[in-house]
């Protein structure tokens, strides 16, 4: 089975620092994503990237970057945290035009 | 705009219920997915399916291509289902979009 492992379940941050969420996919899937999830809003979509040093724009990219050094790995990057940025990350990887598999997730708070 | 709406926002059910969560999108889709998402957060995929009727244990998801709609119906209910229902579809450009997700709970 593919297997999306995110590093952390959950992380306390305060306001200001720069946080790394990290995601690694052990299946050699080309598509990786980043997705934060509010109540209300549903899944929406950060980042996403369809090869090693290749990202693209999602729906709301403000205040985040992305860095894909190796296929496996997609991390995603608050520059200087903020308040808005608690949320739930969910980070997803896929193979062509199969259906996701989502890693379990990591609920950070920025206080 | 929502490209995927999904009906009801929450469910309670009793055990042993039969239950329905409805889907609808206003885009051309090449796919939709049916996905659960347990209070931990983790997500797992349900069923992908872009023509007619899948049906896995207890689960059975349909969809109907030309009124754009999709049912998620689960039979003989136990609370081990409690968990969010997201509807997702991936639209002919490799898009995908989400609904907000129907919040399940089954009360024994």
């Known amino acids: 089975d593919v297997k999306v492992t995110q590093s952390s379940r959950y992380l306390v941050k305060r306001t200001g620092e720069k946080v790394f969420l990290e995601c690694v996919q052990d299946?050699?899937?080309?598509?990786m994503f980043w997705y934060r999830q509010d109540p209300g809003l549903g899944l929406r979509l950060i980042y996403f990237s369809y090869d090693v040093k290749m990202k693209e724009k999602g729906d709301i990219p403000e205040g985040y970057s992305v860095s894909r050094e190796k296929k496996e790995r997609f991390s995603l990057i608050l520059e200087s945290a903020s308040t808005n940025q608690t949320s739930m990350y969910l980070c997803?990887?896929?193979?062509?035009?199969?259906?996701?598999?989502f890693g379990s997730g990591t609920r950070l708070t920025v206080v | 705009k929502n490209e995927v709406e999904q009906s009801p926002q929450n469910l309670t059910a009793q055990e042993g219920e039969f239950i329905t969560i409805n889907c609808s999108y206003s885009?051309?889709?090449?796919?939709l997915h049916w996905l659960q998402q347990h209070p931990g957060g983790g997500i797992v995929s349900l069923f992908m399916l872009s023509s007619g009727k899948k049906k896995h244990g207890r689960l059975i998801a349909t969809i109907n291509i030309q009124e754009k709609h999709s049912s998620l119906h689960i039979t003989a209910s136990h609370p081990r289902d409690s968990a969010v229902y997201i509807c997702?579809?991936?639209?002919?450009?490799?898009?995908?979009?989400f609904g907000t997700g129907t919040s399940l709970t089954v009360i024994p």
């Open positions: 885009v051309g889709i090449s796919a």
């Open positions: 299946m050699d899937h080309e598509n």
């Open positions: 997702a579809v991936r639209e002919a450009g490799n898009q995908f979009y």
């Open positions: 997803a990887s896929r193979a062509g035009s199969h259906g996701y598999t």
